[in-house]
Nanobody, 126 residues
């Protein structure tokens, strides 16, 4: 079992920056690949990006590539999402998720993730 708790959401103006954190507890976090997802009411959840257990491999959605950066600190059991050049269309509830994957690799497919945080709201004003 892994428990995930996001923090850092809030209101920011377009063009601004925000960093989300996801604190993990329970099993050894370094055995898990991790990802960030977001969802707007009435729309399907979408992948923002993912990171392998060691933090060396990342993959991003085209909509955030070059603006968002996912990183992790396994010593602190924490996952991060640095968001720059924010746009109003980035407004959503952001979720972190973990997938047991000690053999490496990563996935942006939400159905492959076993553990999810409760979400944190990010609102970007125009």
């Amino acid at each position: 079992q892994v428990q995930l708790v996001e923090s850092g959401g809030g209101l920011v103006q377009a063009g601004g920056s925000l960093t989300l954190s996801c604190a993990a507890s329970g099993q050894t976090f370094s055995s898990f690949a991790a990802g960030w997802f977001r969802q707007v009411p009435g729309k399907e959840r979408e992948s923002v990006g993912a990171i392998g257990w060691a933090g060396h491999n990342t993959d991003y959605a085209d909509s955030v590539k070059g603006r968002f950066t996912i990183s992790r600190d396994n010593a602190k059991n924490t996952l991060y999402l640095q968001m720059n050049s924010l746009k109003p269309e980035d407004t959503a509830v952001y979720y972190c998720a973990a997938q047991f994957r000690p053999w490496g690799g990563l996935s942006r497919e939400g159905t492959e993730y076993e553990y999810w945080g409760q979400g944190t709201q990010v609102t970007v004003s125009s």
